[in-house]
């Protein structure tokens, strides 16, 4: 609550429902139901409040630019709540109580309230509570009695504290609040920017290595040049980079409109890249063909993103920096895919390092994310 806007205690609230407070803080604007709306809104000055069913990766400048996102649907770690968290933005999901018309350009509550594209809603992301018009809010303050506090606890604390960041900025600030690290960069969170969606999508709906090769090529320089100033923005601290970790439809536009816009825009039959989507949709994501599984299918990908990391780090070191490159392989549940996965990783290691003089630190590990893995801990540990 120090580190966000909050509602003020004193406001009168005129609620309009609730749903899961999925990214902190408070936030007042006009309602929009569209991304390119809201972009445009934004560049006119005007704070709006982002409402989609559920967003997607085509979202994202919408979201970046938002004071705030509601969802009908979706949970806490849905694309809205993960990516919300990720950027700083407001947001609450899974707001049942509400349902959105986007032909209408309407939200109508459960009690029959209806409001309209332009009308003003506040977001309470500590409690989930949608309200309607601007409510005062009481703005973010660091107080001496909050650093004292702060400084008690530096006193004696052993453990350090990493921050979640995958751009220099979110890791300059990290930094400027006393993070010692990156404790998680989630790579795939570097393409969904407009300019590297396309060609990440034109990579996964490759249909030879040859052909997905191609793409690789073109996002290793994406990939080289953001972790590159990480490693500058944390000079001499621990970077953690996970490797690529969600399900791949998670990248694919799902509505006709969309598909035949990418197809245009990729040059790929729109009946070829509905095959493949509906081929890679999932059941169940979060348990699905995600995390090393992807490295066991697709190695070229694991390999480009390794020298990726890698290649920075030379970089990083030789314009005077200390990188130290931690590669965290997603999603393990038993030995066999980390001795497979590592190496991937080892072999692509020893390739960006040929022929350079330099000597780079790294490790290799896991996230212990499932129940099979927290059994098995002390046989992955080894």
Known sequence: QLLHPTIDPGAALDRLGSGLPASPGAASGIVTFDADDAAERSRAGEAVILVRRETTPEDIHGMKVAAGILTELGGMTSHAAVVARGMGVCAITGCGSISVNYSAGTVTTDEGVVIKRGDIITLDGASGEVMLGDIAKTEASSSEDFQTLLSWADKHRRLKVRANAETPTDAAKARELGAEGIGLCRTEHMFFDADRIDVMRAMILAEDQEERQKYLDILFGFQH????????????????????????????????????????????????????????????????FRGCRLSVVYPEITAMQ????????VDAVEQGFKPFPEIMIPLVVNVREIRLVTEIIEAAIREALEGRTVSIPYKIGTMIETPRAALGADRLAD
Do not use: C, Q, W, Y
């Open 225 to 288: 040049a953001d972790i590159l100033e990480l490693f500058k923005v944390m000079d001499g601290l621990p970077v953690n980079i996970r490797l690529l970790d969600p399900p791949l439809h998670e990248f694919l536009p799902s509505s006709e409109e969309d598909i035949a816009a990418l197809a245009e825009r990729i040059g790929k039959p729109a009946e070829k890249i509905r095959e493949i989507a509906e081929g890679l949709e999932e059941v169940n994501p979060m348990l699905g």
């Open 306 to 313: 390794v020298r990726a990391i890698i290649t920075a780090a």
